[in-house]
C-alpha cells in the first residue's frame, strides 16, 4: 500500500514476492491485494512487465487484483496485467492519467536579495528550473513527455483489458470511479475480497502471503546493482507521476 515510489520501496517487493510465488511448488493462482493512489510510471511499468512476464511462463496459473480503498493510476497500471480485477462497491478505480507538478519561484530570490547564478551547457537543460521565467516552447516540450507517458498508459490499459474494456471517451480522462462504477465500464470483473477469491476461483482456503522481508528485499535490489522500489500492491521530481 502507499505511493510507488522509489522511496518507498515496493516494486522490488513486489517483484520478489511475485517470483517467489511462482517459485512456489504446489501456488496455483497469485491474488495481489492493491492498495495505492499511484506513482511512478517506470516503476508501474516495471511491475506490470514482470507479471506478464510471470503469466506467460505460467500460464497455468492466473494473477487475480484485489482493489480495497483504492486502486488509481499506477496503481491501475499494474492491476492491468492481472487476468481479472475484484473491487469492493466503495473502493476508487481509474485515474487514467499522467501529472507532473512543481512551483514556480521567479522574483522571489531578488526580493531576499539574492542573486542565483546558473549555467547550463544545452538548450533545454534548465526547462523546469523553478525560478527561471516559463518559455512557451519549454512548456511545450514538458507537455509532449506527459502526453506520451499517457499514451503509453492507454495502451497497457487497452492490452491488459482487451473487449472487456467499454468505448467511453471517459476512461481515459483522469477520471475515477467508485467500484460499482468500474464494473460496468470494464475497468473491473466484480467484487471480490481476497478469502472470497481464493474460495470461489481458486478452490481453496489456504491463502498463503508472500510477501517478502525488508533483508530478502534489499538482496534483490543490490542484485541488480540499483535500489528501485515502489509502494503498492502487496501479496502477494516532482517528473511524470501517475496519480
Not at 143 to 166: E, M, P, S, Y
Request: with cysteine.
Amino acid at each position: 500500500s502507499g505511493a510507488i515510489s522509489a522511496e518507498n520501496r515496493t516494486a522490488d517487493r513486489m517483484i520478489a514476492g511475485l517470483q517467489k510465488a511462482y517459485k512456489s511448488s504446489g501456488t496455483r493462482a497469485v491474488v495481489i491485494r492493491a492498495n495505492s493512489p499511484g506513482g511512478s510510471p517506470v516503476l508501474s511499468g516495471m511491475v506490470n512487465d514482470e507479471i506478464r512476464r510471470l503469466k506467460g511462463e505460467h500460464p497455468d496459473i492466473p494473477v487475480y487484483v484485489v482493489v480495497e480503498e483504492v486502486c488509481a493510476s499506477g496503481c491501475y497500471y499494474i492491476a492491468a496485467a492481472a487476468d481479472k480485477i475484484f473491487v469492493d462497491k466503495a473502493s476508487i478505480v481509474g485515474s487514467i492519467g499522467v501529472l507532473s507538478d512543481g512551483f514556480g519561484f521567479t522574483g522571489a530570490l531578488e526580493k531576499l536579495g539574492v542573486e542565483r547564478r546558473l549555467m547550463t551547457a544545452g538548450s533545454h537543460k534548465a526547462l523546469a528550473d523553478p525560478f527561471s521565467p516559463r518559455k512557451a516552447e519549454d512548456e511545450a516540450i514538458r507537455q509532449a513527455l506527459l502526453n506520451d507517458i499517457h499514451r503509453q498508459f492507454i495502451q497497457v490499459v487497452k492490452t491488459g483489458r482487451g473487449a472487456r474494456l467499454k468505448d467511453d471517451p471517459t476512461i481515459f480522462t483522469g477520471l475515477y470511479w467508485l467500484g460499482e462504477k468500474s464494473i460496468p465500464l470494464g475497468l473491473a470483473d466484480g467484487y471480490g475480497t481476497v478469502d472470497s477469491v481464493a474460495r470461489e476461483l481458486v478452490k481453496t482456503d489456504n491463502i498463503v502471503d508472500v510477501t517478502p522481508s525488508d533483508d530478502l528485499v534489499d538482496r534483490f535490489a543490490k542484485r541488480f546493482g540499483v535500489m528501485l522500489s515502489a509502494a503498492l500492491l502487496s501479496q502477494g521530481d516532482s517528473g511524470p507521476q501517475l496519480k
